[in-house]
């Protein structure tokens, strides 16, 4: 039996493979530090959780609206009120089964064949296969590393042809960590608006900031920006909720309705006992989240630290998310490897360390590091990490 046309083409999850690599051998019997999970190594905290268990008692447990219940869309126009300074009607806002499915949801409503969305690399693993899905063409614009990995204006504007139909903001950004300053928004949102370009802003990230850099949404530029814009988030990250799979987006009524009806045919709706844990976590002050980033801080330095000290590594310190995204492709020809997957593969093999390649974020000269666990572990994975590019320095 054949596959359809559209799946064919699909890359599987550079990340997800690689977490499973580890699972297996771990099963097996090995001491494998894992650095490749997107997401954090904290419990949900309890009062969200005394929420869902206080929900499935309630009898809160049927079917909910396509879009997600109203009190749960109305604290999420809260809380882009209160952190973004946006103001949404509840029909402006979808809520959706994760992030991932409201990213997913929106390209099947916003893509014809053909139409190109363009991607700024080193760009989070989903994006380009999410987009060839719906039909549509991502367009790999390829940042540098000494502009911090951020697209710049002219970049997108040379990157911008007929079909294009939209661009993706990633601050902070899977998986480099970087951040977007309000010059540079403006700048991107002024060519967007040039061409009338969609503007997909993915800001899952944005709790989770360790400078005193402010995050800002392109959608709070101004009123044009924000009718162009369609804000992607969830609770995943910020409220250590990534199985709870609750995201949602934000935008032109038109695109937000039709992602609803697409949603009633798919999902039907996200799981009404997460719903109400969202809505708890939104209904409560973010001391769970300030200690959680407060400790993402400690583990960022601890380990920026050690794997600069390791020869051949360079990587400039992230802001934000919880990611390193070194460039090792000098350790990697020190090492005696043509490229970097070969590198991550033994250094699992040998040292039991798991890190993902760069080359599934199509920047094939880099790995990506999570560092959501413990400075323990962290510093223990420096440590095999030093100690595999060292033995191999003169191979």
């Known amino acids: 039996?054949?596959?359809?046309?559209?799946?064919?083409?699909?890359?599987?999850?550079?990340?997800?493979?690689?977490?499973?690599?580890?699972?297996?051998?771990?099963?097996?019997?090995?001491?494998?530090?894992?650095?490749?999970?997107?997401?954090?190594?904290?419990?949900?905290p309890s009062y969200i959780i005394d929420a869902a268990e206080k929900a499935m008692r309630d009898g809160l447990t049927k079917y909910t609206p396509s879009?997600?219940?109203?009190?749960?869309?109305?604290?999420?126009?809260?809380?882009?009120?209160?952190?973004?300074?946006?103001?949404?009607?509840?029909?402006?806002?979808?809520?959706?089964?994760?992030?991932?499915?409201?990213?997913?949801?929106?390209?099947?409503?916003?893509?014809?064949?053909?139409?190109?969305?363009?991607?700024?690399a080193p760009y989070w693993v989903s994006y380009p296969e999410q987009i060839k899905l719906a039909g549509g063409n991502p367009v790999v614009a390829k940042t540098m590393e000494d502009n911090q990995f951020k697209l710049t204006a002219e970049q997108l504007e040379s990157a911008i042809t007929v079909k294009t139909k939209a661009v993706i903001?990633?601050?902070?950004?899977?998986?480099?960590?970087?951040?977007?300053?309000?010059a540079e928004l403006a700048a991107l949102g002024e060519v967007c608006l040039k061409h009338n370009?969609?503007?997909?802003?993915?800001?899952?990230?944005?709790?989770?900031?360790?400078?005193?850099?402010?995050?800002?949404?392109?959608?709070?530029?101004?009123?044009?920006?924000?009718?162009?814009?369609?804000?992607?988030?969830?609770?995943?990250?910020?409220?250590?909720?990534?199985?709870?799979?609750?995201?949602?987006?934000?935008?032109?009524?038109?695109?937000i309705k039709a992602m609803t009806n697409l949603a009633s045919h798919s999902t039907s709706n996200p799981t009404s006992i997460a719903q109400f844990a969202a809505l708890a976590a939104y209904k409560a002050n973010n001391d769970a989240t300030n200690e959680m980033k407060q400790a993402f801080k400690k583990r960022l330095d601890t380990l920026y630290n050690l794997l600069i000290a390791i020869p051949g590594i360079t990587c400039i310190k992230p802001k934000g998310a919880f990611y390193l995204f070194p460039n090792v492709q000098q350790a990697v020809k020190m090492n005696g490897f043509t490229n970097v997957d070969e590198w991550v593969t033994a250094i699992l093999e040998e040292e039991k360390v798991a890190l993902v390649p760069g080359s599934g974020f199509g920047a094939a000269e880099n790995v990506r590091l999570s560092y959501a666990t413990s400075?323990?572990?962290?510093?223990?994975?420096?440590?095999?990490?030093?100690?595999?590019?060292?033995?191999?320095?003169?191979?």
């Open 1 to 44: 039996m054949d596959l359809a046309n559209r799946v064919k083409t699909l890359t599987p999850s550079s990340t997800l493979a690689i977490t499973a690599k580890a699972k297996e051998l771990k099963e097996q019997g090995y001491d494998v530090i894992g650095l490749g999970a997107g997401e954090p190594d904290f419990n949900t």
């Open 67 to 120: 879009g997600g219940i109203p009190a749960l869309k109305e604290a999420i126009a809260g809380k882009f009120k209160n952190d973004n300074q946006l103001s949404y009607k509840s029909e402006e806002i979808i809520v959706t089964t994760g992030a991932k499915h409201a990213l997913y949801t929106l390209f099947q409503v916003l893509l014809n064949p053909g139409d190109e969305v363009i991607v700024p």
């Open 169 to 182: 903001i990633n601050s902070p950004s899977n998986p480099t960590g970087m951040m977007y300053n309000e």
């Open 197 to 255: 370009i969609t503007i997909v802003s993915d800001e899952i990230y944005e709790k989770l900031i360790y400078t005193n850099d402010e995050h800002i949404s392109i959608a709070q530029l101004s009123d044009t920006l924000k009718a162009q814009t369609i804000v992607i988030n969830g609770v995943s990250k910020s409220h250590a909720m990534t199985g709870w799979r609750i995201g949602y987006a934000a935008g032109n009524e038109k695109i």
């Open 375 to 395: 400075i323990g572990l962290l510093t223990e994975a420096a440590k095999r990490i030093d100690r595999f590019v060292r033995s191999r320095k003169n191979i």
